[in-house]
């Protein structure tokens, strides 16, 4: 079983861009808890950002790629210790959690920090809508998990490596919860959340939308079983109540509504297709299952 035994199993992964207020006091933190193995992916700051990263010892490279996914494959690529944590580099995240999330590392590919503990330095609208968010993942992915869009999570590097990538922003952390969600291999810890040091970058609306649609897609693409049976549901309770109510009026009022009927077989012939597209989906996944426990099984043979 993997388990971090110590401190240099361990990258922290800082990506930024622009954080020269808040840059060098998490790594000033991260050196004072004793993580040294610390990589500063940059996303081609316009400000002193890399400097200061560099002069408090990090490692600092600039990312490939755009946005906050490209930060994430270059980290990736870049890391050389069986597990990476991710973590934004503006002081919101408290390094002294990093140990909570260590402690249960063992068994999954996956750790989220959830912000449990000072959640009203997140902006209330910011709040509302990850409680949605949190909801909506819930619901797709049939997991217990309160918080998708954390900023710090620890992953197992050749876990990391399979990662299939095509969101390109603040939707990237969502992305990597989906994959490992399906497989059951994660968890979360509570830690602590700070203001932000520097300026804002998230915009509520327009990243809590984006978010929200691209956990929709995500579902279709790694759980579409429970999204398809979803749509099977809303689609056939009311196929059978307006047949029902069809069959009534043509026994007992001696009416052909023929619309009625109509509707109801649409209503009937899109749970037909959702049900179809649901058991391709089972033998898919259940193949995707067997090839991922032979990469695992070779992964783990070469991590040992």
Same mark, same amino acid.
């Given at each position: 079983?993997?388990?971090?035994?110590?401190?240099?199993?361990?990258?922290?992964?800082?990506?930024?861009?622009?954080?020269?207020?808040?840059?060098?006091?998490?790594?000033?933190?991260?050196?004072?808890?004793?993580?040294?193995?610390?990589?500063?992916?940059?996303?081609? $700051?316009?400000?002193?950002?890399?400097?200061?990263?560099?002069?408090?010892?990090?490692?600092?490279?600039? #990312?490939?790629?755009?946005?906050?996914?490209?930060?994430?494959?270059?980290?990736?690529? *870049?890391?050389?210790?069986?597990?990476?944590?991710?973590?934004?580099?503006?002081?919101?995240?408290?390094? *002294?959690?990093?140990?909570?999330?260590?402690? &249960? @590392?063992?068994? &999954?590919?996956?750790?989220?920090?959830?912000?449990?503990?000072?959640?009203? &330095?997140?902006?209330?609208?910011?709040?509302?809508?990850?409680?949605?968010?949190?909801? +909506?993942?819930?619901?797709?992915?049939?997991?217990?998990?309160?918080?998708?869009?954390?900023?710090?999570?620890?992953?197992?590097?050749?876990?990391?490596?399979?990662?299939?990538?095509?969101?390109?922003?603040?939707?990237?952390? !969502?992305?990597?919860?989906? #994959?490992?969600?399906?497989?059951?291999?994660?968890?979360?810890?509570?830690?602590?959340?700070?203001?932000?040091?520097?300026?804002?970058? +998230? $915009?509520?609306?327009?990243?809590?939308?984006?978010?929200?649609?691209?956990?929709?897609?995500?579902?279709?693409?790694?759980?579409?079983?429970?999204?398809?049976?979803?749509?099977?549901?809303?689609? !056939? !309770?009311?196929?059978?109540?307006?047949?029902?109510?069809?069959?009534?009026?043509?026994?007992?009022? $001696?009416?052909?509504?023929?619309?009625?009927?109509?509707?109801?077989?649409?209503?009937?012939? !899109?749970?037909? #297709?959702?049900? $179809?597209?649901?058991?391709?989906?089972?033998?898919?996944?259940?193949?995707?299952?067997?090839?991922?426990?032979?990469?695992?099984?070779? @992964? &783990?043979?070469?991590?040992?």
């Amino acid at each position: 079983m993997w388990e971090i035994t110590s401190k240099d199993d361990l990258t922290i992964v800082l990506p930024i861009l622009d954080e020269e207020e808040g840059v060098g006091q998490v790594i000033e933190e991260l050196n004072k808890f004793g993580y040294k193995k610390i990589l500063v992916v940059d996303g081609y $700051s316009s400000d002193g950002s890399r400097e200061v990263a560099a002069k408090m010892g990090a490692r600092v490279v600039e #990312q490939i790629g755009k946005g906050k996914t490209g930060a994430l494959i270059t980290a990736i690529k *870049s890391v050389k210790t069986p597990y990476m944590l991710v973590m934004d580099g503006d002081f919101t995240y408290d390094p *002294s959690c990093i140990r909570r999330m260590i402690a &249960h @590392a063992s068994g &999954h590919d996956e750790i989220i920090g959830a912000r449990s503990e000072g959640r009203q &330095h997140i902006p209330l609208i910011n709040r509302l809508g990850n409680h949605l968010l949190n909801w +909506l993942f819930r619901a797709l992915f049939a997991v217990r998990l309160s918080d998708v869009c954390s900023g710090m999570y620890l992953l197992r590097t050749a876990a990391a490596r399979r990662l299939d990538f095509t969101t390109g922003g603040f939707d990237v952390e !969502v992305e990597i919860a989906s #994959q490992f969600a399906a497989e059951r291999r994660i968890a979360e810890v509570p830690v602590n959340y700070r203001p932000r040091v520097g300026v804002k970058k +998230l $915009s509520s609306f327009k990243h809590g939308l984006r978010i929200g649609t691209t956990i929709v897609r995500l579902a279709n693409a790694y759980n579409p079983v429970l999204l398809y049976s979803g749509v099977i549901a809303v689609t !056939v !309770v009311p196929a059978i109540a307006i047949l029902g109510w069809a069959l009534y009026r043509r026994f007992f009022w $001696s009416e052909l509504r023929t619309d009625y009927f109509l509707m109801a077989f649409m209503l009937f012939l !899109v749970a037909a #297709q959702a049900v $179809s597209v649901a058991t391709t989906s089972i033998l898919i996944q259940r193949f995707e299952r067997r090839l991922r426990g032979i990469i695992s099984g070779e @992964a &783990h043979g070469e991590d040992s």
